[in-house]
């Protein structure tokens, strides 16, 4: 099942698929728990507590190259849905990506985490050029747009050729 693609690193394998098999149901089984208890947090203004916020989780982060990304959606303590794009040079897999980002945000008590998605980002910041594009296997393709538009929004690639397509791996 593995095969390289234009030195872009091996697309799938058994075990790539058995792990996001596995990102897949350990985030279904939170979700179902989270559903249940998910209530809309109340503060009297005097609990101590109800001033702490749940530690901030960079919603962009995008490593130099061209390399795999995964759009992932949660909710934070304030029930607001948060979008995330990640990419990592590490990454063999779209799961190597999903996999530490999912189990972060959990940790960190985020509700209805969802990877919606993958594929490619390439960034090339000398020449201050980002292109979206492709698929993922194990995850199917992210909206492109989606995944751009909340890079436009953080501001740090002000200035930069940003653009998206399907074409490719």
Do not use: W
């Not at 990592?88 to 008590?109: C, F, K, M, Q, W």
């Amino acid at each position: 099942m593995e095969s390289p693609n234009d030195n872009n690193g091996p697309t799938t394998s058994d075990a790539d698929v058995k792990n996001v098999q596995r990102i897949k149901e350990s985030l279904a089984l939170s979700n179902a728990s989270n559903s249940h208890s998910n209530t809309a947090p109340c503060s009297s203004g005097t609990d101590d507590l109800s001033q702490k916020s749940i530690p901030k989780v960079k919603e962009v982060s995008i490593e130099e190259g061209a390399n795999k990304y995964v759009l992932v959606t949660g909710r934070d303590e304030n029930n607001e849905e948060k979008v995330f794009v990640y990419s990592r040079i590490s990454a063999n897999y779209h799961a190597d990506v999903a996999g530490p980002l999912t189990e972060e945000l959990s940790s960190l008590n985020y509700s209805n985490i969802e990877v919606l998605g993958g594929g490619r980002i390439l960034l090339d910041s000398s020449l201050k050029k980002l292109v979206v594009y492709g698929y993922s296997y194990g995850f199917g393709m992210a909206d492109h747009a989606v995944t751009v538009g909340a890079i436009i929004q953080t501001g740090e690639y002000e200035g930069y050729d940003i653009e998206h397509n399907n074409e490719g791996y």
